[in-house]
């Protein structure tokens, strides 16, 4: 069986008062039976780092570099990510993509960075609205996917996939159960084909998760938990949502 996984995506958000009241607030409702992260800020990191200690919880980022070490000014290396002790690093959101011009092969270089360095990349794939509607969602996370199974090769059991539909985040717009969990099963057919690992790995849905949507879709056989935006900044709906995906 898998257990199931709730990351928060703090995105740019936060200041260390307000993180502070949130991981308190966290570190008061829990533990959960359900493995938790929370994918904060780069200079909030160290800070979260230590008020987790001691906790189930753990933190990542919510991006990293493709290259190990040099001239590339802003950049922040996954080597970096593990020497702060970061367990996982978001990569691909569909943030990263569109306002950064991340390519496909861009995410599936940043995972194999991540990956290189012992922390686990959540690879991010799904759908614009235009291509839901032109019927395209299946070959454009299949796409998506590909082009990180192959970079990673035989290591692509390592990761953990989130299909987070770009019409469903930040809208309230949430995929139904059916929607999420009928994509949810191609992404598995395709892990399936390509590693043996494919049914202990991970795959999390993401977009307008909220404690009153996450039971059902934590319910679908192959969503193994969620990647939470909104939701996660508020210590009392990450905590239900958590709770959801208690098994
Ligand atoms: C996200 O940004 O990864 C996300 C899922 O956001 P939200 O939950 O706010 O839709």
């Not at 938790?36 to 189930?56: D, M, S």
């Not at 990761?159 to 770009?166: K, N, T």
Request: hydrophobic share 45%; with cysteine.
């Amino acid at each position: 069986m898998r257990r199931n996984l709730v990351v928060g995506n703090w995105k740019m958000h936060g200041s260390r008062a307000a993180n502070a009241q949130l991981l308190g607030g966290l570190k008061e409702a829990g533990p959960w039976n359900a493995d938790v992260a929370v994918c904060v800020p780069f200079p909030y990191i160290a800070e979260t780092a230590l008020a987790l200690t001691g906790t189930a919880m753990v933190f990542g980022a919510q991006d990293c570099s493709s290259h190990e070490q040099g001239a590339y000014t802003g950049e922040v290396s996954s080597a970096m990510l593990q020497d702060i002790g970061c367990r996982y690093v978001i990569v691909g959101h569909s943030e990263r993509r569109a306002y950064h011009a991340e390519s496909d092969q861009l995410v599936a270089d940043k995972a194999k960075a991540a990956l290189a360095h012992g922390v686990t990349p959540i690879v991010c794939v799904g759908e614009t609205r235009a291509e839901r509607e032109a019927g395209q969602t299946e070959a454009v996370v299949k796409r998506q996917l590909a082009t990180v199974i192959h970079t990673l090769g035989h290591c692509c059991g390592e990761m953990v996939v989130a299909y987070e539909p770009v019409w469903a985040i930040g809208t309230g717009l949430t995929a139904t159960p059916e929607q999420a969990q009928s994509v949810h099963a191609v992404l598995r057919a395709q892990l399936m084909a390509a590693t043996d690992r494919a049914s202990v790995m991970r795959i999390l849905y993401g977009g307008s998760v909220k404690p009153d949507n996450a039971a059902e879709l934590f319910r679908q056989p192959d969503i193994d938990g969620g990647l939470i935006g909104g939701a996660a900044l508020k210590a009392a709906d990450f905590a239900a949502i958590c709770r959801a995906a208690a098994q």
